[in-house]
């Protein structure tokens, strides 16, 4: 399972090759949000994910005091 730096970091890798209002463009969101969302202002929104083929999954794990 990914976790939201993995994520953060698979946005950050298409600046490598692209300008950041590029990336932007081609997640379907503005440069401005970009921006915020790599400096941890934001979450990524559903446009960013379904850019990068992933989904929001929520799950549960035992804490141990059974």
Do not use: C, W
Not at 16 to 38: H, R
Request: aromatic content about 6%; glycine content about 6%.
């Amino acid at each position: 399972m990914l976790t939201a730096d993995d994520v953060r970091r698979m946005v950050a890798d298409k600046l490598k090759d692209m300008a950041q209002v590029a990336v932007a463009e081609s997640m379907g969101v503005s440069a401005s949000y970009l921006n915020d969302y790599l400096h941890f202002r934001r979450e990524p929104r559903p446009k960013i994910l379904e850019a990068l083929g992933l989904r929001v999954v929520v799950g549960y794990e035992r804490t141990g005091d059974d």
